[in-house]
């Protein structure tokens, strides 16, 4: 609501009530996508593996190769994003996010790497829906994703950079997006 007012959204489940799922549930999730996303259509991937995935990127890249666009939470366990899918599932199309506050510091749980992270976005202290109807502030790159995933609606893979995130532990500061 914040960024893409009005934008019409799909929920699809792949993790449950105790926030684990399995891989074939992703999987199953991203052939839904193939079979009824159209080119422009934007996917938000707030969830992280703990393993790299071979089977899980290509599935992403073969569906963003369509024109469909992606954008990938980090991961929030402050190494190096390049270790996790599907925040390392590079291709065209596919944004990866990592999460800083709002004075624009890189967070100090969020997953790094100019290897695979493209972008850097909101992701500290972020009101958001909650259980039961209620609204709280969490903090997480699955908070910074979605953010970038509703400017994509807006401008596609084109995204406009308003500085860069401080204290990056990579050495190499994100760009943050903005709109």
Do not use: C
Not at 29 to 56: F, K
Not at 71 to 83: C, D, I, T
Not at 141 to 168: F, I, W
């Amino acid at each position: 609501m914040g960024v893409a007012s009005g934008a019409t959204l799909v929920s699809l489940k792949v993790m449950g009530a105790n926030g684990q799922g399995t891989l074939s549930s992703i999987i199953e999730a991203l052939a839904y996508i193939n079979t009824n996303a159209t080119a422009g259509d934007v996917v938000n991937m707030s969830l992280s593996l703990e393993v790299n995935s071979v089977a899980l990127n290509e599935q992403i890249q073969n569906t963003a190769s369509r024109g469909i666009y992606f954008s990938v939470a980090a991961g929030n366990e402050a190494k190096a994003a390049n270790l996790y899918s599907p925040a390392n599932a590079n291709g065209t199309n596919i944004v990866t996010i990592s999460a800083i506050d709002s004075l624009n510091r890189f967070a100090s749980f969020s997953n790094f790497g100019n290897d695979v992270v493209d972008y850097a976005a909101p992701g500290v202290h972020i009101l958001s829906t909650y259980i039961g109807g209620q609204y709280a502030y969490m903090s997480g790159t699955s908070m910074a994703a979605p953010h970038v995933a509703g400017l994509m609606l807006l401008k596609g893979r084109s995204l406009n950079v308003s500085g860069t995130a401080t204290n990056d532990p990579d050495g190499t500061a994100d760009p943050i997006a903005h709109y």
